[in-house]
């Protein structure tokens, strides 16, 4: 039986009942896909009654923009570590790729629902972009940190934006079996990612270069 069905292994007994019903959809996302998840199942899968995820969500979409507002936050935490380990610029740029491809990769359902709910948004949600320690801000101050004229908005954000698409085409076909002779060839997955955006011009400038 998967765990999915078997919500009485963890019932929700105390605390905060809105991290369990985010916690209970992220498992639902990644065990049975975006199709498989509604209120009625959030609530199945927390061990709480039917009627108790409107006390926080009105509908399966604002459930849906606070699970993805969650995989936004990591997604941040994991490109920030990332950078901080690197230690030249053209290191942090690749490491940044990788960062993201590797969290695409390993969170499917969820990195589908985040694009799924920007999409039909006017932009991507505002804490991607406003806060210091967001992925776009890591990609876009490593930019600068490689020689971008920060007072050059324009071309600051179409270089930000260059390298995101990047990431997320790199993020898209990393499984394609056409890739597997690549990656044999350069010694694993990992290896194969950086190669890809080390021989990216925007990932790869180095103002030192």
Known sequence: MSEAAAPESRPYHHGDLRRALIDAARRLLEQEGPTALSLR???REAGVSPAAP????KDKGELLDAVAHEGWEMLNSAM?????????VKDKMAALGVAYVCFARDNPSLYRVMYDGSRDKEDLPMHLRMQED?????VRDTLVD???DPTDEVALELATTAAWCAAHGLAEMASFKQFDHLKDAVGGELAFFRGVFEHM???AEDKDA
């Open 41 to 43: 199942a959030v609530a």
């Open 54 to 57: 409107y006390h926080h969500f």
């Open 80 to 88: 920030v570590q990332a950078r901080g380990d690197a230690v030249s």
């Open 134 to 138: 967001s992925a776009y801000c890591q």
């Open 146 to 148: 490689a020689g971008a």
């Open 201 to 203: 011009k925007v990932f």
